[in-house]
């Protein structure tokens, strides 16, 4: 069976601007990646922390709840009250929360936040954004960017957990 290519190497994604490829293709491949990973995995381990490491369910929800809180800092917004909820909430095991409510809820965020960026007015790429009650200072294209490598980090150890988990239950 051959495989693709990963997303970057698919050539550009239609709708979206050049400059916002790099993003588009880290979301998309991230998606990808977390779809395969979570197939097989059995909810009833989502809130296990092998070795203290953080649980599948927690990288679930916290790459949906960063992807949403970026494009409100993106959108020049402060959070509202169900983020700081959602935010607080990230990581507390749920037995409510099956795997195919995770990555539907993030399916569903990928969707937002990838029509936020078909949308997206490029010049205001450089514009400056506060993040959080600090108001720490960010332009939109770093808070894109921020979206993307965090969302890929967060995957990596998502990975590794579930690599764990699945080995030793």
């Known amino acids: 069976m051959k495989t693709q290519p990963e997303v ?7 709708g979206f601007s050049s400059a916002l490829q790099p993003v588009v293709h880290a979301i998309l491949q991230a998606q990808e990646e977390i779809h395969q990973l979570t197939k097989d995995f059995p909810s009833e381990l989502l809130w296990k922390r092998p070795a203290g490491m953080a649980s599948p369910g927690f990288h679930l929800q916290h ?4 992807l949403d809180r970026m494009v409100t800092y993106a959108k020049a917004e402060t959070l509202a009250q169900q983020q700081f909820d959602y935010l607080k909430n990230e990581g507390l095991a749920n037995k409510d929360l099956t795997k195919e409510i995770l990555v539907g809820n993030l399916d569903d965020q990928i969707t937002e936040f990838l029509d936020f960026l078909s949308v997206l007015d490029v010049n205001t790429l450089p514009d400056f954004r506060g993040v959080g009650r600090a108001q720490l200072p960010s332009t939109v294209g770093g808070l894109l960017f921020h979206a993307a490598e965090h969302t890929q980090r967060h995957v990596g150890q998502l990975l590794v957990t579930v690599r764990v988990l699945l080995a030793t239950n």
Request: charged residues 10%.
């Open 8 to 14: 970057w190497l698919r050539g550009p994604v239609t």
């Open 63 to 66: 790459i949906t709840g960063v």
